[in-house]
């Protein structure tokens, strides 16, 4: 039998979740209204996995935000014009993420040219491959100010456009197997991947009452240029082979983790937040 705590305990859970449910079936119901409106800001868009999660969006019918540095422009104009190819609409704002203007300027420069901001993707990143007495405070700086400090940014003026808009949404950051797991040689990396994720668990339980959902994707051996340098550098220091390191032991291309994105941006997703979701064919088990 139940005591009576465990019936209150019960009844406060009952209500809880019985305002989800109408929370988000008023989600729902806005985004059966009007689909073609919903908005996706894609950090780090140019190329490798940020390219694939912003047309993978743009193919579940989201209009898309493109963020990348100045530098990345002839990239950017390619992401903008496949994605205007397939009818939707597109809003590029270039910048350093690390700078708190820049991602003001991409979230409201969304809001105003997009008409609203439904997800963030806190994707862009950099690595500095260096043994720990060879990384130099300027080389952890400028790791902690995109990947950190940018993600950071990311999450918070994201979430203060949706709490304005009361409508919920859905923030999503770049973690890595690096995040879950400390790796020679990539001390700065590993450290700020380890950081989204703490963010992630923190925004996840302040935000979830405004029905605003925060995961990350934590990459193991995606085919980016990134993976490239990495290579490139262990060769560098005499290494004969190159092993994924992984259960597969294979790579695999940026649309598996593009895939992994368009579901925690999807309605099905409403119940899976602070989480860290490996996407690295067996490197990490956690």
Known sequence: MFSRTTIRMMSSSARYY????RHRTMSSSASAAAPSNRVAVVTGASRGIGRAIALR???DGYNIALNDL?????????VREAIAAQGRQVF???GDIGQEETVRNLVSGAVEELGR?????ANAGIAIIKPILETSVEDWDKTSNV?????FLCYKLAAEQMIKQG??????GASSVAGKKGMPYVASYSATKFSVRGLTHAAAQEWAKHGINVNAYAPGPIETDMLQYAIDVRISRGAKEIDTGNAQNRSAPPDVIASLVSYLAS???HFITGQTIPVCGGVAFT
Not at 167 to 172: D, F
Request: proline share 3%; net charge negative.
């Open 70 to 78: 100045p530098s990345t422009t002839s990239g950017l104009d390619e």
């Open 57 to 59: 969006l743009a193919r």
């Open 92 to 94: 590029v704002s270039a």
């Open 167 to 172: 409508r919920g949404g859905r923030i999503i």
């Open 147 to 151: 990947n950190s400090r940018g993600v």
């Open 18 to 21: 019985a305002s989800l449910t």
């Open 117 to 121: 901001v439904d997800v963030m993707v």
């Open 267 to 269: 309605e099905e997703a």
